[in-house]
């Protein structure tokens, strides 16, 4: 038999907890001294406790868990459940590391000011053709969710038909009222897309030349590409220019077995 602090020690959980768990009937003792009133507990509790601490990890109340206890779920099925809790926390994580990066973001945003540390370089933009896939998103947060899938499907697709890409892809934006079209794109030698290709999606065309364009290359990973944008919106309103035309990013350097901080992106934006 194991004494309390014994049990405690081994289950990972404190004394106080095991009273509280025996006064609630969920892990009551093998034995109760009758004279001196100390718990003590068999090694084979120890089941029983690791499927209580579980069943709290998992979220259910100390009310639920009685009940649960009972039903003797099978280890698979306790199992499962663990897994599915152990994929929402880790989601949850996920979540809050992007808000986290997103408030650094911001902050980089207000710390910078309108000192720029980008390049910025005029000139004309010629006209090319691309195969892409086109979506909506709503807000400026959807984007990257969205067109990274984007183009792992387009790469996909056009490998399957044997199409080269020899070229840095391109996304192109383009407000749509309230929303936003954007666009995962490969510049291609195709004038018209196969039946394979028309099936997936995928559409051929031709982005217009532009005789003047603001350019600048952000160096990094995707994550401070807003604050780049942001600074090429200042430098266009210093220099009194509008925008005029889609904006473009050219991924002139994206290894994907690379480290996000060598890559490079030229930011186009035609202007008037």
């Known amino acids: 038999m194991l004494s ?5 020690r081994y289950l990972g959980v404190s004394v106080r907890m095991l009273r509280h768990y025996d006064a609630l009937g969920l892990l009551v003792p093998a034995r109760v001294d009758p004279a001196t009133g100390y718990r ?31 039903a003797r779920l099978s280890v698979a099925e ?24 997103e408030i650094e973001r911001r902050l980089r ?7 720029s540390s980008l390049e910025f370089v005029e000139k004309p933009l010629p006209a090319v053709r691309l ?8 807000d400026q947060p959807e984007i990257g969710p969205t067109i990274g899938p984007m183009f792992q499907r387009l790469a996909a697709a056009l490998a399957a038909s044997g199409v080269a890409l020899d070229q840095p892809a391109v996304a192109w934006y383009e407000p749509l009222g309230d929303r ?52 090429l919106v200042r430098h266009l309103e210093e220099k009194g220019y509008r925008p ?29």
Not at 42 to 57: D, F, H, M
Not at 248 to 272: F, G, I, K, N, S
């Open 4 to 8: 309390i602090g014994e049990f405690a």
């Open 78 to 101: 306790l199992r499962a459940m663990l897994l599915l809790r152990q994929a929402q926390v880790a989601e949850r994580i996920a979540a809050d590391h992007a808000r986290l990066a």
């Open 180 to 231: 936003m079209r954007i666009a995962a794109a490969f510049p291609v030698t195709l004038t018209a897309p196969s039946p394979s290709l028309a099936a997936a999606g995928v559409q051929v065309v031709t982005v217009a030349a532009a005789d003047r364009a603001v350019t600048a290359l952000h160096r990094g990973g995707m994550d401070g590409i807003g604050a780049s944008w942001q600074e």
């Open 40 to 70: 003590h507990y068999a090694a084979s509790q120890l089941e029983r406790g690791n499927r209580l601490i579980a069943l709290k990890e998992l979220g259910f109340s100390l009310e639920q868990i009685g009940p649960v206890l009972d």
């Open 244 to 272: 005029d035309g889609v904006a473009r990013e050219v991924y002139v350097h994206m290894p994907m077995d690379d480290d996000p901080a060598t890559w490079v992106t030229e930011l186009q934006q035609p202007v008037a």
């Open 109 to 115: 945003s207000i710390e910078g000011g309108s000192m």
């Open 131 to 138: 195969a892409q896939l086109v979506d909506v998103v709503d």
